[in-house]
T-cell receptor
Framework: EAQVTQNPRYLITVTGKKLTVTCSQN?????MSWYRQDPGLGLRQIYY???????DKGDVPEGYKVSRKEKRNFPLILESPSPNQTSLYFC??????????????FGPGTRLTVL | LAKTTQPISMDSYEGQEVNITCSHN???????ITWYQQFPSQGPRFIIQ???TKVTNEVASLFIPADRKSSTLSLPRVSLSDTAVYYC?????????????FGTGTLLAVQP
């Protein structure tokens, strides 16, 4: 089954404790990205990657890191989480045949709480 | 990137047709218009995409006027299961940037 998976689905942590949220897709997609969703603010892109070893900032990259060492994986790293990073996070992927107009396939989401 | 503006929320009743309009006044020539639907506790999923005039699929219709400064998602005869947040996305085919800006979305509440 074609899908985007994220782990963990729920995470409660404390300020300053480094964490990684994994994202993996099995559709051989080139484009992958991370979003955060907050009440009243909709979906905001954090980082995106056009292909392996190619990453770029989205609209809200501060406090986050990403890497793209393999085509299927795109982990989101919070080196020193803070309470304002408490949010619902989504990973998404798409092919590049149509550029960013291609259908974005979203993962199930990761709900992160930073105390 | 074209910024989009949508109503924050809309109410409807089962069986009615619902039209959600998105404004994108500074849309560029290469931009496409895509709508996504998001149910609670799930990631958004693709509904429909268009460039101009009208597009229809088994789920919805998308109306885009000639100036392309707005678009309207039309959901025929909604049911309770259509209660969701709907996002309008404007992005360029082969554009200068590959960043995506989804905006705040419209919460559609369908009542019995």
């Amino acid at each position: 089954e074609a899908q985007v998976t994220q782990n963990p689905r729920y995470l409660i942590t404390v300020t300053g404790k480094k964490l990684t949220v994994t994202c993996s897709q099995n559709m051989n997609h080139e484009y992958m990205s991370w979003y955060r969703q907050d009440p009243g603010l909709g979906l905001r892109q954090i980082y995106y990657s056009m292909n392996v070893e190619v990453t770029d900032k989205g609209d809200v990259p501060e406090g986050y890191k990403v890497s793209r060492k393999e085509k299927r994986n795109f982990p989101l790293i919070l080196e020193s989480p803070s309470p304002n990073q408490t949010s619902l996070y989504f990973c998404a992927s798409s092919s590049r045949s149509g550029g960013v107009t291609d259908t974005q396939y979203f993962g199930p989401g990761t709900r992160l709480t930073v105390l | 990137l074209a910024k989009t503006t949508q109503p924050i929320s809309m109410d409807s009743y089962e069986g009615q047709e619902v039209n959600i309009t998105c404004s994108h006044n500074n849309i560029a020539t290469n931009d496409y218009i895509t709508w996504y639907q998001q149910f609670p506790s799930q990631g958004p999923r693709f509904i429909i995409q268009g460039y101009k005039t009208k597009v229809t699929n088994e789920v919805a219709s998308l109306f885009i006027p000639a100036d392309r400064k707005s678009s309207t998602l039309s959901l025929p005869r909604v049911s309770l299961s259509d209660t969701a947040v709907y996002y309008c996305l404007v992005a360029a085919y082969g554009g200068a940037t590959n960043k995506l800006i989804f905006g705040t979305g419209t919460l559609l509440a369908v009542q019995p």
